[in-house]
């Protein structure tokens, strides 16, 4: 099934047709078939495509993508103008599918997918940082994740449930960061920071 998301993408399995009345002048994303989660279709993840679409520009970014699945933030972010995304999974089926798919939108080079967590990318710093990922895994990583963004760089997070969703704001704020944006979906929340700044 080919669908649109937010006000600029296309999304598309690899064999679906290619011409779609919802195309015209929206940016494509093939994905690659596999079980990895992230079709576009979850609340979750179009609120991540909408939220990056929103930023003011993605140009020569470094982004990371932690939990990439299926890949389709990475590719988002590429075509957004993103220099290099590093795409992190801890399924090796994930990591495989994010390269089938990095194959099919024709972007090899600038998305690395990469089998692990968060740790592979210790000593690096982003100027944009993806995590659709369960609120325990973002509180378990919450020291390490906030010193990968570079000042003014970007978070955006969701997979964190109502339940978790003030704890998860709490640690990320003690953390260094700035809560300035909490978008409520119908099952979770999608959250956006920035570094705080330092006095």
């Known amino acids: 099934m080919t669908f649109a998301v937010g006000n600029r993408f296309l999304i ?3 064999d679906d047709p290619q011409d779609s009345p919802n195309a015209a002048g929206r940016i494509p994303i093939i994905l690659a078939h596999g079980a990895a989660f ?5 609340e979750t993840t179009a609120s991540c495509l909408e939220e990056m679409e929103r930023l003011p520009g993605l140009a020569g ?8 699945g299926t890949g389709i933030l990475a590719i988002a972010a590429v075509k957004l103008g993103a220099r290099r995304v590093v795409a ?4 090796p089926e994930a990591v495989e599918v994010t390269r089938s798919s990095v194959r099919l939108n024709g972007v090899e080079g600038r998305v690395t997918a990469v089998h692990g967590d968060v740790r592979a990318v210790e000593g690096e710093t ?9 609120a325990d895994i973002l509180l378990a990583v919450v020291r390490e994740l906030p010193p990968l963004i570079r000042p003014g760089g970007t978070l955006i997070m969701s997979g964190v449930n109502y339940d978790d969703a003030f704890d998860v704001k709490l640690a990320y704020t003690k953390a260094g960061l700035r809560l300035v944006k909490s978008r409520a979906l119908e099952n979770y929340g999608t959250f956006v920071f920035e570094p705080a700044a330092r006095s």
């Open 61 to 68: 970014a470094d982004v990371l993508d932690l939990g990439c």
């Open 126 to 134: 982003f100027d944009l940082v993806l995590a659709n990922i369960y």
């Open 88 to 91: 992190v999974d801890p399924s």
């Open 12 to 14: 598309r399995r690899e």
């Open 38 to 42: 992230g079709s576009g279709e979850h």
